[in-house]
């Protein structure tokens, strides 16, 4: 939408309100009347208009109603508007009444003046409120009180006016909203709920002085990540406190509601994306609403947050199915007083096919989402027999058994480390979804896989690693300078997986837009800055890759096709073709040399596959530094 300067939105004010008034007259003269006006009359309007028009249009500009934002227009407004109006009026019936020499006044009946006073009020004020009532649910707010915090708000936009009129109503959130710093030039000098926009974000050090804030908040989702930095560090220098407002998937994170103010996170600098998800929340329930569903690895970071989600869509029954017992314990203490008894856990183990059998004849899921996976990629490169058993063959004893079972739909949770693998977990991920592709043949069930980075704050990940480094006091170990990954949040993730998941036919793979690849040493910098500390005091440590680890991560090879879809944020790629004969006698071997823990074996036939897996040569790294998965 293209933003009008602040010449264009205040001439068009002028103008309209120019209208209003001639319209305003011409009815009072009309109501006066009952409709018979001499032509000698219409010649009086004619001479009176252009002189009111003229005398309100200074008034008001004076009076300052063209500062207001239209759709920002509230009970103090109104009032200002009253004021304005009121003050001609009451100087046309004094010149009307007391200087009967002005022939071009004299013979205006005062009926028609105290009639055009009001027909303008409501022609200003109807106009203005039009906005409001499109916009703002209908509401008196509180004067603010004296003895709250000074606060600028960062961003002039919705979330402002909401913050604004929220500190009103209710005092004990003790902020009083004293301006607004926007970077928008259409929005300078503007008057929003009782506060003006005092200029853009870079006049925060002058503003600031002038306004004597104590606190900021980010009150926009698309401010870059290279600003919030630079506002955090102004914030830290001059000893004001730093809030934001949380992000759209984090509201739909909890259900619609909105936590509190919160500080600075790290996510907040890798995920400003104000694009809302293509399906909106009732959308999802017609899809997921009432029907029994299965999460595997639900005490996972993406698993808990996945049953999080659902938890909102109204699900017949949720089986929480996790084999960490801790977790498990406290996804379902969580999920429990949204759910009741639609919240079942189920401790039990993907590797287990006897027990999965028990599992699916009693429950008989029609939706299975499959989370659970050994992910970490130094940790599997020792284990190679622990991540096929897992990874493999516990995805495998699922997929046969939604078909077998006649589940609805099944999607697996998969990797971009799938992608031209180097290491032992992301080829049993890659594995794991031509097993997917396979089962979809001649299968019911809609089988897809969803494909995407990483995921920020995910347990054993870079960001809580480098928060307990920094706190403390260092090193922050990075495994290579030039080392760059994918981020996505947790909730955003999730959200878009079961958008994609409505989408699977025939397993194809779904990929989430990941935005652009972000350098871990910028990471570490960008933490160690947000904290409010230097690297003189934290500095960062090059540690190595490890075997299996990339420099780069790829979401798609240039052999597989990528189509969009109707979703934002959601690309389809067409399936490859899979020999299934070849991958089965595969799976046997593998089978084989799993349980004689044959490590250097596996990763043979891992190679064998032909999906671009190479066994990396060991290196010499060493130290404790961030597993990147």
């Not at 329930?285 to 947050?305: N, P, Q």
């Not at 290579?480 to 998941?501: C, D, G, K, W």
Request: glycine share 8%.
């Amino acid at each position: 939408m293209r933003v009008l300067s602040p010449l264009q939105t205040r001439s068009g004010q002028v103008a309209i309100d120019a209208f209003i008034c001639v319209v305003s007259l011409i009815t009072a003269y009309l109501l006066r009347l009952e409709g018979n006006v001499p032509s000698v009359v219409w010649q009086q309007v004619v001479g009176v208009a252009p002189v009111i028009v003229v005398v309100r249009a200074v008034v008001h500009w004076g009076s300052g109603i063209y500062r207001v934002v239209w759709r920002y227009v509230g009970v103090r407004e109104a009032l200002l508007f009253a004021r304005s109006v009121a003050v001609v009026s009451a100087a046309l019936l004094a010149l009307r009444l007391f200087l009967p020499g002005h022939a071009w006044l004299w013979r205006v009946p005062i009926s028609v003046i105290i009639l055009e006073g009001l027909l303008t009020f409501l022609g200003m004020s109807g106009s203005r409120f039009l906005r409001r009532i499109i916009h703002e649910r209908k509401g008196k707010p509180l004067v603010a009180q004296d003895g709250l915090t000074p606060t600028l708000l960062i961003g002039a936009g919705e979330n402002a006016l909401m913050i604004a009129k929220e500190a009103q109503r209710h005092p004990a959130l003790g902020i009083k909203v004293v301006g607004y710093l926007d970077d928008d030039p259409g929005k300078r000098g503007m008057d929003i709920h009782g506060a003006r926009v005092l200029g853009a974000i870079e006049d925060l050090r002058r503003v600031t002085g002038q306004t004597g804030a104590r606190q900021l908040i980010i009150t926009s989702n698309a401010i870059a990540a290279a600003r919030i930095l630079e506002i955090n560090g102004v914030a830290r220098e001059l000893r004001l406190e730093l809030r934001i407002v949380p992000g759209f998937f984090e509201v739909i994170d909890r259900g619609g509601q909105a936590e509190a103010l919160r500080e600075v996170r790290i996510e907040d600098l890798l995920s400003r994306d104000p694009v809302a998800p293509s399906m909106s929340l009732d959308a999802l329930v017609d899809v997921y609403g009432g029907k029994r569903i299965l999460v595997t690895g639900a005490g996972g970071s993406i698993g808990s947050e996945l049953c999080r989600q659902l938890s909102m869509m109204r699900p017949g029954t949720l089986f929480l199915l996790e084999r960490d017992e801790n977790g498990l314990f406290e996804i379902h203490r969580e999920l429990r007083p949204r759910l009741g008894g639609a919240c079942v856990p189920v401790l039990a183990d993907i590797t287990d096919a006897k027990q999965l059998e028990r599992i699916f004849r009693e429950l008989q899921p029609e939706v299975v989402v499959h989370a659970a996976a050994f992910k970490h990629v130094p940790v599997m490169e020792k284990f190679p027999a622990a991540s096929v058993r897992n990874n493999v063959f516990g995805t495998r004893a699922l997929v046969e058994l939604a078909d077998r079972h006649g589940c609805e739909s099944f999607v697996l949770i998969s990797t971009d480390k799938a992608v031209r693998p180097t290491s032992v977990m992301g080829a049993t991920k890659r594995v794991a979804e031509m097993l997917v592709q396979v089962a979809a043949r001649n299968s019911r069930t809609r089988f897809s896989c969803v494909r995407f980075g990483n995921v920020l704050g995910s347990r054993g990940s870079v960001v809580p690693i480098f928060r307990d480094q920094i706190r403390n006091g260092g090193p922050v170990t990075v495994t290579h300078p030039e080392a760059t990954r994918y981020f996505m949040t947790i909730p955003e993730a999730s959200n878009l997986v079961l958008q994609a998941a409505t989408q699977g036919r025939q397993g194809e793979v779904f990929l989430l837009d990941m935005g652009r690849p972000v350098k871990i040493i910028d990471l570490a910098r960008q933490m160690i800055q947000l904290s409010g500390t230097t690297e003189a005091r934290v500095p960062i440590k090059i540690t190595g890759l490890r075997p299996g680890e990339k420099l780069y991560e790829e979401l798609s090879t240039d052999e597989e096709t990528l189509e969009p879809t109707e979703l934002r944020k959601i690309s389809r790629l067409k399936p490859q073709p899979v020999d299934a004969d070849a991958l089965g006698m595969t799976l046997e071997r593998l089978k084989f040399l799993v349980n004689a823990e044959e490590h250097d074996g596996i990763r043979d036939v891992l190679r064998g596959l032909e999906i671009g897996y190479e066994a990396p040569h060991p290196t010499s790294a060493t130290g404790d530094h961030p597993v990147v998965s």
